[in-house]
């Protein structure tokens, strides 16, 4: 949240240098607030551990948040009851006609497959280009920002030597970005993944940015000018043992593969692991949550309908397509 401070305060252009983010005190007045509505569309197969895990995150700001759960209706899942979907999740045609203030669109494990032979792709793309007109602004994680990605700008994932897995090193590359104010220069965070998307094919698209990235995990973190759409590779929100889980099922199936690396002391899996990125992970969803999102919204969604409050961004002009 922003620190409300006097008009006219000299501290205000010191901390507004360093990326703090500053409110007078009039602009505080005529502020309207009201309770952010954030849709999740869990792609996971393990809904229940990854609702938890997000809500924790989002939970953890001082924000007032309604959630509601989405599912691809086409797709039948396999780890969870019909009867959980049908009493906890909604489908795109029971909310198309609402209107949210955020969309997080999580990962999912088909990445090694190519997008339009994932069977829920068509509805993915329905849900892609209904977010257009329906939600200010849009939070991609993982493979789900590799989809997204591809359906809003065409930049296409491509196969790693063998599975990314462990805890990266990453740098910031545009520091004074919003999504990233109060980052370390230095910070770790989660990858789980056989593709990647390349940095420079983000940086020819005139309306993206990169904002972090690892030397050995690549791009972390890009954005659309204006905040509409958020891009994360990895998985800041993974539990302590989500990797670790991930190993030994990965193991368990035979598969030729190493310890996640990073994350067990001396890389060894007997080890408990060192949990090192909850910091940060509380930072992004919460610079989401603040900048992309309520410093931002209408307090009427009915205005999302109009073309140039979707376009319109703080700290920039999204790129409306």
Known sequence: MPITVPEGLPAIKTLTGEN???MTEGRARSQDIRPLRILILNLMPTKTETETQL????????????IELMQAGTHTAKNVSAEYLLRFYKTLSEVRGSLYDGLIVTGAPVE???FEDVDYWEELCEIFDWSRRSVFSTLHICWGAQAGLYFH????????????????????LLPTHPMVRGFDEVF??????????????IEKIPALELLAASGEAGVYLAAEKGGRRVFVTGHSEYDRDTLAREYRRDVGRGLDIRPPRNYYPG????????V???????????????????????????????PEVLGAG????????
């Open 188 to 201: 770790y965070a989660p990858h789980s993944r056989y593709t990647g998307v390349r940095a420079a094919d």
């Open 55 to 66: 809500l924790r995150l989002i939970g953890n700001t001082p924000l007032q948040v309604e």
């Open 20 to 22: 703090i983010f500053v």
């Open 153 to 172: 700008y065409g930049v296409d994932k491509h196969p790693l030597p063998e599975k990314l897995s462990g805890v990266y090193e990453h740098r910031l």
């Open 314 to 321: 703080t700290y920039a002009r999204a790129c409306l397509r």
């Open 267 to 274: 890389d060894d899996p007997e080890k408990a692991p060192v």
């Open 112 to 114: 090694q497959m190519a």
């Open 276 to 306: 090192r990125w909850r910091g940060h992970a509380s930072l992004l969803f919460a610079n989401w949550l603040n900048y992309c999102i309520y410093q931002q919204t209408p307090y009427d969604l009915a205005e999302l309908r109009r």
